[in-house]
């Protein structure tokens, strides 16, 4: 089984849609993260969590929320989807000794 | 913000070895990753380097001169499989990824 979980997959949606993606995580790490990619950018970390009280912007937070409903478990929510944040999202864990990642398969996003 | 800078695109016949710069700023630098992603999938942990020196995993070594603010990652007996995207990342008080440099593997 796969140590880092996203639903959904893919997604298509219409500008203005509320949208929730989901992260789950059996490594029993306490960090976790979010990250979208784009053609050409790389990748960009929209927030991240150290422990379950604890919420950090990432470089790029804006129109975008999260929720660490547990160690192992990372929201992040799109509370008025618009087109230009399609892109391809990963959520990640990490070694607290190394900050290696350890990454989710991705959600595909499409806002039309 | 600090700089990650590598090449965008690399090709390499198969059997051949390419070898992938990267630099970055030194100033509170204190490690540096390479992932390899390939299209469509998520990144996967490949080296992480904190001393001056090379690493060698197998076909995959990677390098590290901190005072110089460069790494490389080697590839060597390429497959390939081994056509995809390879990510510098590197840690200050946060990690940063460089935008990744597309190899293609040609028969």
């Known amino acids: 089984d796969a140590d880092v979980t996203q639903t959904p997959r893919n997604r298509i949606t219409k500008t203005g849609k509320r949208i929730m993606l989901e992260c789950s995580q059996t490594?029993?790490?306490?960090?976790m993260y979010w990250y979208r990619q784009d053609p050409g950018l790389g990748l960009r970390l929209i927030y991240y969590?150290?422990?379950?009280?604890?919420?950090n912007k990432g470089e790029i937070s804006d129109g975008y929320s999260v929720s660490r409903q547990a160690q192992a478990k990372f929201s992040l929510s799109l509370e008025s989807a618009i087109p230009n944040q399609t892109a391809l999202y990963f959520c990640?864990?990490?070694?607290?000794?190394?900050?290696?990642?350890?990454f989710g398969p991705g959600t595909r996003l499409t806002v039309l | 913000g600090q700089n990650i800078d590598q090449p965008t695109e690399m090709t390499a016949t198969e059997g051949a070895i390419v070898q992938i710069n990267c630099t970055y700023q030194t100033s509170g630098f204190n490690g540096l990753f390479w992932y390899q992603q390939h299209a469509g999938e998520a990144p996967t942990f490949l080296s992480y380097?904190?001393?001056?020196g090379l690493e060698e995993k197998g076909r995959f070594s990677s390098f590290l001169s901190r005072s110089k603010g460069y790494s490389y990652l080697l590839l060597k007996e390429l497959q390939m499989k081994d056509s995809a995207s390879y990510l510098c990342?590197?840690?200050?008080?946060?990690?940063?990824f460089g935008a990744g440099t597309q190899v293609v593997v040609t028969p």
């Open positions: 990342a590197a840690r200050w008080r946060k990690l940063q």
């Open positions: 990640a864990t990490s070694d607290p000794s190394t900050d290696t990642q350890y």
């Open positions: 969590s150290f422990d379950v009280k604890d919420i």
């Open positions: 380097n904190v001393l001056d």
């Open positions: 490594k029993g790490h306490d960090r």
